[in-house]
């Protein structure tokens, strides 16, 4: 390859162990500097090596698309078979298969193909960019967009893009638990990595960790499936578990395939046996199991999920991973921190003990590198940072140890200034400015203005004698006590109305906080929320998993809990078989997001929370989260009508013609008829992604229950089959139909029967007083039911071998369809069990 002179050649290729090198030796290697690539040269790069991403989720090429489809057993097989009939001379069989083939596989991939794109499209709108330095100036990117070579500004909150090494850095720590397991946050420092194992490569940070403090800039040397993540990318694909209904609908595909499979074996066996042609009875078995293939069911799905991704967008929630709107529809148990999403997130100093402790706060906090929090933000707005101090160190807050502490000099003296949660600061103190040092009262009145509803920040400093160095938390040590700052954050007025609309849904709410005890009861009071019991992260500390287990189902309040203390919340709730979500903005709340079931995060949030989140609300309100709730249980009711069409309808259809084809002398309809009903079907089932659901299907959170699907099945199936055997019987027996006759007969009564049962299964009450199906479902459903009739008794049924039907057959054929219907309607009582109506 060809590179621009300007551009030096040089070497993409990560060594295993790059971390060993010298930073001055990987710069030169991959021909980059500290201020980084040129913008072009990136391009080019990039070019080369590919996107920066573990596994592509860019949707295939449609033209892929229709080959994979058509790669298909069934449909493969079917092409072979349209094509066998062509050369043996039967055109019209030739021509019907084939066509009918071509628009289903195009009806198929042109929903779904449309339905990820748009997906996707909204998906990308969230997508987490890096800070980059290109062109000489930071600028952000998108993470896919990073190259070898880039020097990507890393911050608190910030995601590691790739793998590379550390220019420089000030109290960097990442959690590396994706990679290593270790929950707790790890050092990094730049220099040159003392050893080649991942323990010893301290000065180098890798893909898909987060930044939890500090600030750094790191050289990028590795990208996408180079990274140590790509590595393990198989591993992490299988990760996050199927849900239930995943799982649920995998199970009933499985259990239908082998149905199929054993059925149409038997029906070919049967046939054979008695000395039919063979390739009919070959062509009219691959019907058949055409006909019982649920194949519409991905595609339903999918379509359903991304209108249902469409609508949420609508209402301000954007969905990352489409199958989170299952989860959020199944949700019972919503956790959720307390900043932002039941407060205003507007905090703002109310006061100080004293002109002297919000100094020394302001120092701490403008001193400090890295961006600051919106605490730090109140006190700099209250008090800017006091002139003529500079940094020495500093030791990066932390969510374990609940400090942050900077080394500054000024004013001829060298101060730790610490602030922090006040018994984290109080532990820290041995002495009081001023007067005696009394822990307990101090407590006492730090607890007292939290139950006012104040979050309290400690103050305190220790004069650090020159040659000291200080480089980790145990300089925080025999400090002397200044005094509290005092924070407001006014409750959401509207958290009351959304906790209590999701409570309609059937949620609970529970509050997850890393904030003091008084101010999570507090904000509970003021809010009118209903909640009992309350756990501290010292309780927590203390229990096993077990125990923690046995108390999570009665406790809606936890405070002052650790990022990994939030994540044993929510498995212990998963654990007592609840279906979680988790909605949070802070680097905090990432491990418990990717936990949850429905991991939910803010637009606003820091990057990390938003790359683990499955769901990003673009405003951050509770509210919009109900609707949400409500569009996750409309896409689990539509895709419950298709499978119950499937299960009880179609199937019982497609079983009484394979048992008749045995009792009577002829087929009961030819191949290229069932594949012609069977795509009509289909079109008259292109609606159901977007009928309307009963308000009773949205009260009350679902999981997926095989059971239901079987019972279902059971009732209704069974019933299709009387019906069927009644046809049958009436057109042999009763009326001695031709088998001409006999085929466009049977062939209206399947098509009549289980293109309108639709009407009644898409709702659990009587079909009356269901909400009005939506304009496209009706117009598919008596589309699909008008072109069957027109085909099978218009001017070109004899093309299809049809024959006319005498009125008072077709009068016949009328009632017993008014008949299934009504008993389809009485019996659906039976086939729904009340809990699931
Ligand atoms: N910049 C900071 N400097 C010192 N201490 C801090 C700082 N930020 C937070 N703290 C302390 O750490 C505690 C936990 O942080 P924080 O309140 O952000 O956790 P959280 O779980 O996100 O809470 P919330 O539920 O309110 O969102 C705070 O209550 C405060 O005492
Ligand atoms: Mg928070």
Redesign the pocket.
């Known amino acids: 390859m060809l590179h621009s002179s300007a551009v030096p050649v040089h070497d993409h290729r990560a060594t295993a162990t790059f971390w060993t090198e010298a930073p001055e030796a990987l710069l030169a290697r991959l021909g980059s500097g500290p201020w980084g690539l040129a913008a072009a040269d990136a391009e080019r790069r990039r070019a080369v090596d590919g996107p920066n991403a573990v596994v592509d989720h860019a949707p295939a090429a449609i033209g892929r698309k229709i080959l994979r489809r058509m790669a298909e057993p069934l449909i493969a097989i079917l092409i072979v078979a349209g094509l066998v009939s062509g050369l043996t001379g039967d055109w019209p069989g030739f021509g019907i298969i084939l066509s009918i083939v071509a628009v289903s596989v195009a009806m198929d991939v042109a929903q779904e193909h449309r339905a990820e794109q748009a997906a996707g499209a909204l998906r990308d709108s969230v997508a987490v960019r890096a800070i980059a330095r290109r062109d000489g100036r930071p600028q952000g990117v998108p993470v896919e967009a990073l190259v070898a070579g880039d020097v990507v500004e890393l911050a608190a909150g910030a995601l590691v893009p790739a793998d590379g090494v550390l220019l420089d850095g000030q109290g960097l720590q990442v959690n590396e638990a994706l990679l290593t397991g270790e929950p707790y946050p790890v050092a990094k420092r730049p220099g040159a990595g003392a050893g080649a194992t991942l323990a010893e490569a301290t000065n180098a940070v890798f893909s898909g960790t987060a930044v939890v403090t500090g600030a750094a800039t790191m050289l990028v040397v590795a990208t996408g499936s180079a990274t140590r993540l790509g590595g393990v990318a198989a591993a992490l694909a299988a990760r996050r578990p199927a849900t239930a209904f995943e799982r649920g609908l995998r199970g009933l595909g499985l259990l239908i395939l082998r149905l199929t499979v054993f059925l149409v074996l038997f029906v070919l066996l049967a046939h054979l046996a008695f000395h039919r042609p063979p390739l009919e009875s070959f062509l009219f078995a691959v019907a058949l199991a055409v006909g019982l293939t649920p194949e519409l069911l991905p595609m339903v799905t999918t379509v359903t999920l991304s209108r249902g991704a469409m609508r949420m967008a609508a209402k301000q929630v954007v969905v990352k991973r489409l199958a989170a709107i299952h989860d959020l529809g199944a949700m019972d148990v919503l956790c959720t ?4 999403t039941l ?1 205003e997130a507007r905090i703002a100093l109310a006061d100080a003990t004293s002109p002297e402790v919000l100094r020394m706060a302001a120092l ?2 403008g001193l400090a590198s890295g961006q600051p ?1 919106t ?2 933000a109140a006190i700099l707005a209250a008090q800017p940072l006091p002139a003529g101090w500079r940094l020495l160190a500093e030791l990066p ?1 932390g ?1 374990e140890r ?3 502490s900077v080394l500054a000099e000024g004013e001829g003296q060298r101060l730790l200034v610490v ?4 018994e ?1 600061v109080l532990a820290a103190c041995t002495g009081a400015e001023g007067n005696a040092f009394d822990r307990a009262a101090l407590l006492a009145a730090a607890e007292a203005r939290g139950a006012e509803g104040l ?3 400690g103050v305190a400093t220790r004069a650090v004698p020159e040659g000291e160095v200080v480089d980790g938390p145990e300089a925080e040590r025999d400090l002397t006590f200044l005094g509290f700052c005092a924070f407001l954050d006014p409750p959401k007025r509207s958290a009351a109305a959304a906790v209590a609309r999701l409570a309609e849904l059937g949620i609970r709410t529970k ?6 005890a008084p101010v999570v009861r507090h904000l509970v009071q003021a809010l009118g929320l209903p909640a009992q019991g309350l756990l501290t992260g010292e309780e927590i500390a203390g229990m096993d998993d077990h125990a923690l287990a046995a108390r999570v189902g009665q406790v809606d309040l936890y405070a ?2 650790s990022p990994d203390q ?1 994540r044993r919340i929510l498995l212990a709730l998963k654990a007592r078989g609840h279906t979680v979500g988790f909605i ?3 680097i ?2 990432a491990p418990a997001i990717h936990t949850a079931d429905a991991g939910i995060s803010v637009q606003e949030a820091t990057e990390v929370a938003r790359a683990a989140a499955d769901l990003i609300l673009l405003a951050p309100d509770l509210g919009v989260l109900a609707e949400g709730v409500e569009e996750g249980r409309r896409t689990y009711a539509n895709v419950m009508k298709y499978v119950r069409m499937g299960t009880s309808s179609n199937f019982g259809n497609m079983l009484s013609m394979a048992v008749a084809s045995l009792v009577i002398p002829f087929l009961p309809l030819l191949p290229a008829q069932i594949l012609l009903n069977n795509l009509l079907y289909d079109v008259s089932e292109l609606g159901i992604p977007f009928d309307a659901v009963d308000r009773a299907d949205l009260a009350a959170p679902h999981a997926w229950d095989m059971r239901q699907v079987l019972r279902f099945t059971m009732v209704m199936g069974p019933l299709s089959s009387v019906f069927d055997l009644a046809t049958f019987g009436i057109l042999l027996w009763g009326y001695g139909a031709t088998p001409e006759e006999f085929r466009t007969a049977w062939f209206v009564e399947s098509m009549v029967t289980q293109i309108l049962v639709i009407f009644l299964i898409r709702t659990a009450g009587p079909a009356w007083r269901a909400t009005r199906p939506h304009p496209v479902l009706a117009a598919t459903s008596l589309g699909a039911l008008a072109a069957a009739l027109a085909l099978a008794l218009g001017p070109f049924a004899a093309v299809l071998g049809f024959a006319p039907l005498p009125g008072a057959l077709l009068g016949v054929i009328m009632a017993l369809v008014v008949a299934y219907l009504a008993v389809a309607e009485a019996l659906k009582r039976v086939a729904v069990p009340r809990a699931a109506r």
């Not at 602030?419 to 006040?422: C, D, Q, R, S």
């Open positions: 921190d307390k900043t932002g407060t701490n906090a929090t605490l730090d807050f969510f609940r400090r942050s602030k922090g949660a006040p984290a979050r309290l920040l509050i997850v906080s890393g904030d003091a002052r809990v939030k949070g903005d802070g905090n709340d």
